[in-house]
């Protein structure tokens, strides 16, 4: 199965794109192709409707890997109660033809607790784009940002719920993937 992890982070160090890394390397370890698209190392321009599709080399490497896709994980910082404005920005990039029928996973990492309210936002837009939803969903927050030096997460709550939330993902994915 081929899984497109877009990192909605927008700094160097963002703990939203370290539990990409981590939620990959699961990924990996249960036999799936994988492709990160780190938003902060490969930003995409500002969305216009009037340019729909601008020359960009990122923008066309994005869209590429969304059609190759199987199924999404989609992560980002919680600001400001929401998501991240390149994230939104680059799913304002993609479509139906990107997403139609194609079961997604929500990571969020916050400064608070939980960042659930940039999860329901992902939702929203995920089913605006005619993909389904996955109901298990990781959110990460305060001291549970804590990677150790091989990218693992410092917490086994964080590392449990995470394998759950994979593990479910790709039952789902696995019984609703288009042939």
């Known amino acids: 199965m081929n899984i497109a992890i877009l990192a909605g982070g927008n700094r160097a160090h963002s703990t939203s794109t370290m539990l990409c890394r981590y939620i990959e390397k699961l990924l990996r370890e249960r036999g799936c192709d994988t492709e990160l698209f780190d938003l902060y190392r490969r930003p995409v321009p500002l969305f216009t409707a009037d340019n729909r599709n601008p020359d960009d080399a990122n923008l066309a490497a994005l869209k590429e890997t969304a059609l190759r ?18 994230l939104k920005n680059a799913l304002d990039h993609l479509g139906f033809d990107h ?50 030096a091989d990218g693992e997460p410092v917490s086994p709550m ?17 019984a609703l993937r288009k042939n």
């Open 69 to 86: 896709a199987d199924a999404f994980v989609l992560a980002t910082p919680d600001y400001h109660g929401s998501v991240s404005g390149v």
């Open 99 to 148: 997403f139609d029928g194609k079961v997604v996973l929500s990571v969020c990492s916050s400064g608070g607790a939980v960042g659930i309210s940039p999860l329901q936002h992902m939702q929203v837009i995920v089913r605006t784009l005619h993909g389904i939803n996955c109901p298990e969903w990781v959110s990460i927050g305060g001291d549970n940002r804590t990677f150790d």
């Open 158 to 174: 964080v590392k449990e719920r995470a394998v759950r939330a994979v593990d479910y993902f790709l039952r789902m994915a696995s």
